[in-house]
């Protein structure tokens, strides 16, 4: 299975390297687009808002108490909360230094921002991009443990009641549990490259590398947005396109040569992008198979680990019930 799953992520790489040198527009083909209609506008990755969203990607922004639709432009100020639905994405800048991705069914609340970011996260997967001098100082909070950001580039996982997991791919990070009870754990450092996890009231501890099977869910999301933002080009240049042929009616012989370049330009672009689009379509598809199969098998573990976690606390209470019984019959014999 894990040879399998390099040779895939392999395949993966060099397509994306391929397709990125077949599809990329040169300077003699590249035509800007007239940034005026929203219709053909492409995302330019605002500050402080949303540059890239898609699905069911909902926002309370502060003094509202009602979920409402994130749209372009759309700022997320010190506590707001911000979720994802299920089959829906989104990247947020928080700033020029702080970058997060949003898996689908996540969900967080921003309590500080600034020089001591501080992110409250509900549930789900997130993974924050830092860089700059700020980048010690940023805390995202789980029910169950903290993870203090030292490293630039680092994944959040909390999907099972109990149970947080994190995954640095640069830097390192410190990971805390939170303490129960006056149980104190001191945390631990994960280093690049590996994993580690941490539960209520014990102790943290570091899994090993990160595998294979959790950087599919990035290559998932990381796909999942270049093919949004390919399909948004597309029909930018296509409604450019239809302009153009509008513009084309209209003028005179003498005025129709630049604007028949620009419409041969436009249609090259096209087609590259229709070809990327198609190229993408079919990666997406091996990589969402793969990775929703992932998803039930994780799904599966959970449920099979939270059945047994009850049995035990089951067995824990019978037992207690049991001794309290028969240290009350021991009492009554004494007496």
């Given at each position: ?35 005026k209609p ?37 700022v997320l ?162 409604a450019y ?95």
């Open positions: 299975m894990n040879r399998n799953m390099k040779y895939f992520l392999t395949f993966v790489s060099l397509f994306l390297l391929i397709l990125y040198g077949c599809a990329k527009t040169s300077p003699d083909t590249a035509v800007p687009l007239d940034p929203e219709e053909i506008s492409v995302p330019a990755s605002p500050l402080e808002s949303f540059s890239y969203f898609e699905g069911e990607v909902m926002v309370i922004l502060p003094g509202e108490s009602e979920w409402t639709v994130v749209e372009s432009g759309t100020e010190e506590g707001s909360t911000v979720r994802t639905g299920p089959d829906s994405f989104a990247r947020i800048y928080l700033d020029a230094d702080k970058q997060i991705d949003m898996d689908e069914e996540t969900s967080f609340e921003v309590k500080s921002k600034g020089e001591e970011t501080s992110i409250e996260m509900f549930y789900g997967a997130l993974r924050a991009r830092i860089s700059g001098i700020d980048r010690e100082k940023m805390d995202i909070h789980t029910p169950v443990a903290v993870a203090s950001v030292r490293g630039t580039d680092f994944a959040v996982i909390y999907e099972k009641e109990g149970l947080c997991e994190v995954e640095v791919y640069g830097g390192s990070i410190l990971l805390a549990a939170v303490p129960a009870e006056e149980a104190y754990f001191p945390p631990v450092e994960v280093s690049e490259n590996f994993a580690a996890s941490a539960r209520l009231a014990e102790a943290p501890v570091i899994i090993g590398e990160i595998t294979d099977t959790r950087q599919l869910r990035w290559i998932h999301f990381d796909e999942r947005m270049q093919s949004f933002l390919n399909l948004r080009r597309l029909r930018a240049v296509e396109l239809r302009r153009q042929r509008g513009l084309l009616r209209a003028a005179p012989a003498e005025e129709q040569g630049p604007i028949r370049e620009k419409i041969g330009r436009l249609r090259t672009e096209q087609a590259a992008l229709e070809r990327e689009k198609e190229a993408r379509s079919e990666i997406l598809e091996e990589i969402r198979l793969r990775y929703s199969g992932i998803r039930q098998e994780q799904a599966e573990r959970r449920r099979l680990i939270i059945e047994q976690q009850r049995k035990e606390i089951i067995e824990q209470r019978l037992k207690r019930i049991e001794e309290e019984r028969q240290r009350r019959r021991r009492e009554l014999e004494e007496k």
